[in-house]
Structures are given as C-alpha cells and as structure tokens.
C-alpha cells in the first residue's frame, strides 16, 4: 500500500502539541462515526503521529475495519486549530511499539500500552472559524 504523506506545517504541530487530550475521530465500515479523546498521542516527525492504545474498545475495532483516522488541535489564545486526517497502522511488537509502551510506562505502569498507533499524515485543514475554515493547508 502506498501512503501519499503530506508534512504538516510547524504552527499546526505546536497547537497539537499544546493540547491534552487530542479528540481521535474513527468510523466503522458503515460510517458510523466514533470521537474519543487520548492522552497520548505525539508528534514523532511532519509526517507521522503516534497514539497509544491503552483502553480503546469501538476506536480499535474501528482502526482495524477502516483505518482511516482524523484529529483536531484547537488553540484558543493564538485562535488557531487545524484538522489532520490519515491513514493508521496497529503495531504490537518490534521496536515502534517497545518505544510507545515504554513512554506510556513512563507516566504510569498501571496502563496496559495494548498497541502503539501510527497515524500518516495525508491531509492538514484549517478548522478555525472565519473565511478559511475547512481550507485544506496540505
């Protein structure tokens, strides 16, 4: 499977990165739709987000059906929020994983680290209000 990726730019990174939790939107394969928020997501690189999966039930189901997922930042004091949509892919083991469950073991070895999710990055949007709402940025 090839994976256009697109870069998400610096200022989206920086909103996503303030905020704690991060809502995750799924769908099953009928488009039912699914939001949940997560504690642990991260930026790793422009291209790619990580995500662990510590108690998802619906939004694991749906990833493994339709992996397509989208995520929003919101920054009310710089006005800004941004949309990124991609694609994900569920590791349990190798490396990728041992480095999520440590970093998921590191704030509290209570939480089960079931999976790390890596999302690509293939779309970033403007989802601030005002004339360039839904605007696709890249």
């Not at 990580?50 to 997922?69: L, R, S």
């Not at 680290?113 to 360039?132: C, F, L, N, T, W």
């Amino acid at each position: 499977m090839v994976i256009d990726m697109v870069k998400m730019p610096p200022e989206v990174q920086e909103v996503i990165n303030k905020q704690s939790p991060v809502p995750v939107a799924t769908a099953d394969p009928d488009g039912k739709p699914n939001v949940i928020f997560v504690g642990f997501l991260r930026i790793v690189d422009d291209e790619t987000i990580q995500i662990a999966d510590n108690f998802f039930d619906k939004t694991a189901a749906n990833m493994e059906a339709n992996p397509q997922v989208s995520i929003v930042g919101y920054d009310g004091e710089a006005k800004k929020s941004f949309q990124v949509k991609g694609r994900v892919e569920i590791v349990t083991k190798g490396p990728v994983y041992e480095d999520v469950k440590a970093w998921v073991y590191a704030k509290s070895k209570a939480l089960p680290a079931k999976a790390a999710v890596v999302m690509h990055v293939e779309e970033v949007y403007d989802a601030m209000y005002g004339p360039d709402a839904g605007k696709r940025i890249t």
